[in-house]
């Protein structure tokens, strides 16, 4: 069994800065594919990025990726998002989840393994 829990997240100003981690814990060997995710007020839940263990291979949603990057400390097996000149459209919770094998960042009913959430707020 996995778990995930994601931390990091609060209020910031418009044009700051967050990094959100996900430490995943239990059986993780096998769910080497790792993403973040995100649901804004009124919206569906959205990919936001992913980070696959096979090869490190990273993917963005292409709106994000000037701004947000993904990462992964092996040793520690936490999953980050730096979060750059943020956005009050980005404002949200944000999702961690994991799966075995293959990524997907436009799929969320791929993903059967989801943390719990972290907000993030930005003010303009």
């Known amino acids: 069994q996995v778990q995930l829990t994601e931390s990091g997240g609060g209020s910031v100003q418009a044009g700051g800065s967050l990094r959100l981690s996900c430490a995943a814990s239990g059986d993780t060997e096998t769910f080497t594919c790792m993403a973040w995710f995100r649901q804004r007020p009124g919206n569906e839940r959205e990919g936001v990025a992913y980070?696959?263990?096979?090869?490190?291979?990273?993917s963005y949603v292409m709106s994000l990726k000037d701004r947000f990057t993904v990462s992964k400390d092996n040793a520690k097996n936490i999953l980050y998002l730096q979060m750059d000149g943020l956005k009050p459209e980005d404002s949200g919770m944000y999702y961690c989840?994991?799966?075995?094998?293959?990524?997907?960042?436009?799929?969320?009913?791929?993903?059967?393994?989801w943390g719990q959430g972290t907000q993030v707020t930005v003010s303009p």
């Open positions: 989840a994991t799966r075995k094998a293959t990524c997907f960042l436009y799929h969320t009913e791929m993903y059967t393994i």
């Open positions: 980070f696959d263990g096979r090869d490190g291979e990273t």
